[in-house]
């Protein structure tokens, strides 16, 4: 059994998100066969692509209410799904992927934020720090000692510009 309630405690429905995010990081895929528009299977979901699992969805009528967020998470980019092959193909891109490269150790040590940075420069430093790996947005605020506004707003621009691309897990990489 894996909880992070304690022994003896009664499920409720408040307690599956926390539950399903234990299971998600434990799995190296979701698969979400039918779910309603407002679904517990859609926070699932929502959890593996944050913590970069695979994600699968079933296709259903687009009559069927039981099948709205299927459909739904397809057209966000869940692999659609109707086979076992499929998700076998799908771990198997997955397993393929390269690494992600190591990240350095956090310093807590506390650190002055630079004053309101021009756009050019601010950008020039957020791309030095960018590659063909996903770097995280909280690593750059770190590394480019700006604020996490300044950094967010730039990141907007060079992805509209489509120099970056968004990942799982509040990660970015440039687009090469």
């Given at each position: 059994?894996?909880s992070d309630?304690a022994?003896g405690?009664?499920?409720?429905?408040?307690h599956?998100?926390?539950?399903?995010?234990?299971?998600?990081?434990?799995s190296?895929?979701?698969?979400v066969?039918?779910?309603?528009?407002?679904?517990?299977?859609?926070?699932t979901?929502?959890?593996?692509?944050?913590?970069g699992?695979?994600?699968f969805a079933?296709?259903?009528?687009p009559?069927?209410?039981?099948?709205g967020?299927t459909?739904d998470?397809?057209?966000?980019?869940?692999?659609l799904?109707?086979?076992?092959?499929?998700?076998?193909?799908?771990?198997?891109?997955?397993?393929?992927?390269?690494?992600?490269?190591?990240?350095r150790?956090?310093?807590f040590e506390?650190?002055?934020?630079?004053?309101?940075?021009?756009?050019?420069?601010?950008?020039?430093?957020?791309?030095?720090?960018l590659g063909?790996?996903?770097?995280?947005?909280?690593?750059?605020?770190?590394?480019?000692?700006?604020?996490?506004?300044?950094?967010?707003s730039?990141?907007?621009?060079?992805e509209l510009?489509?120099?970056?691309e968004?990942n799982?897990?509040?990660?970015?990489s440039?687009?090469?």
């Amino acid at each position: 059994m894996v909880s992070d309630q304690a022994i003896g405690t009664q499920p409720t429905a408040r307690h599956f998100p926390a539950h399903n995010r234990i299971i998600s990081g434990l799995s190296a895929g979701v698969l979400v066969v039918e779910a309603a528009l407002k679904s517990g299977s859609v926070i699932t979901a929502r959890l593996a692509l944050e913590q970069g699992r695979e994600v699968f969805a079933g296709p259903g009528s687009p009559r069927d209410p039981s099948c709205g967020r299927t459909n739904d998470l397809i057209r966000q980019g869940a692999a659609l799904t109707e086979t076992a092959e499929d998700i076998l193909e799908g771990l198997e891109r997955q397993m393929l992927r390269p690494p992600p490269a190591p990240r350095r150790p956090i310093s807590f040590e506390p650190v002055e934020l630079k004053p309101e940075i021009d756009p050019v420069s601010g950008r020039d430093e957020i791309v030095k720090f960018l590659g063909a790996s996903p770097t995280g947005v909280d690593e750059l605020v770190r590394e480019c000692h700006m604020s996490a506004a300044s950094v967010k707003s730039i990141l907007l621009e060079l992805e509209l510009s489509g120099r970056i691309e968004r990942n799982s897990g509040n990660r970015v990489s440039l687009i090469l």
